[in-house]
């Protein structure tokens, strides 16, 4: 059965660099990105993100994202795989746990959300889970 954890997150820091800049204004980077989680998602997260950013300030972006919190009661950790992009001053992504990346009580988490940026330094998410440990799944089939 899944559980939908909903909150915001704020940004710590952002570490940018260029990897490569053409003169028609593609730019990729890539940053190193730590942020803190409340709601139904408590704890902090390191994110490395792949950019392309367009001349007209779009941006289109992919990343990892271990995730270090207590959801649902269980504590533990996890990788969240982003497909996101960047338009008019706003982020926004789909993302989804990397099958596998769950670790203590989160060992065997599995979903997908999203999140969109406020324009508030703040971004707002939805992540809709089943985070079943084995000590729940003894006896079941």
Known sequence: MSTVAQGS???GSWEEDTVDERADGL???KASVTQT????IEGSSQVEFLMLHAADKSARFLGFETVRATIGGKQGSFV???DGKFSIGIASSEFTVVSGSG???LMNISGSGSFTSTGEGASKYRFEYNADSSEDQV???
Do not use: D, K, M
């Not at 989680?37 to 139904?40: A, C, D, E, L």
């Open 103 to 105: 670790r203590g009580g």
């Open 37 to 40: 989680y409340t709601g139904g």
């Open 27 to 29: 730019r990729l980077s």
């Open 80 to 82: 969240l795989q982003h």
């Open 9 to 11: 997150f704020t940004i």
């Open 139 to 141: 006896g079941t089939a």
